[in-house]
């Protein structure tokens, strides 16, 4: 089965948000990506509306084909914004202000019971949730024991990896957490820190269905557009090893 992209569109909104305008706007970004061959479109509301705003995620809920998957922390603002605009499927991350980009993965034994008491909530209003996790065995029980249907693995430590010995030990963590949350039940999704000089092996881990990416996607679309990059990576999702 072929892996489905999620393209993250969040930083046509950074760009958007750097002089306060009203372009580019990720609602038209959402549509490139989607004609290109996008799976799915990603966003994040974080919660000091740094880019993605409110408004986007009303109108690309309106306006995609695709499921719109809305990344969100587990605040009660931004749940409660969830469960009125109903995205297809919620990832919650863990989120600080003062971080530039997300750290690492949602420590669901520490938030084990709010995580529940969302994830429930959000299940109940018929939108699917996964949750971002480091790949460790007790994150991965914790995020099946609070009702996820998804797990995304946390590939920012692959990413980062100085060398290929580095790169290749958390490429095998990540192997064994994909097996140990598939056999949970858990579907398995990744993310993080991608690009197209490393995703290739990320391809190559069993029971993956989806990858999510985003600012290696904008970054390249500055210079070579936004349809061409988008098919330069669902092409890379194609060939594995």
Known sequence: MAIKLGVNIDHTATIRQARMT??????????????????????????????????????????????????MSLDEKIVKIALKIKPDEATIVPERREEVTTEGGLDVVKEAMRAKDVAARLKKAGIRVSLFIDAQKEQIHAAKDAGACAVELHTGTYANARNEAE??????KLRQGAELAHSLGLEVHAGHGLTY????AITTLPHLTELHIGHSIISRAVLAGLDRSVREMKALLGKKG
């Open 22 to 71: 009203d372009e580019p706007d990720p609602v038209w970004a959402a549509a490139i990506a989607e004609l290109a061959g996008a799976d799915i479109i990603t966003v994040h509301l974080r919660e000091d509306r740094r880019h993605i705003n409110d408004r986007d995620v009303r109108l690309l809920k309106q306006t995609v084909a695709s499921p719109l998957n809305l990344e």
């Open 167 to 172: 790169r290749e030990a958390e490429l095998e």
């Open 197 to 200: 000089r490393n995703v290739k």
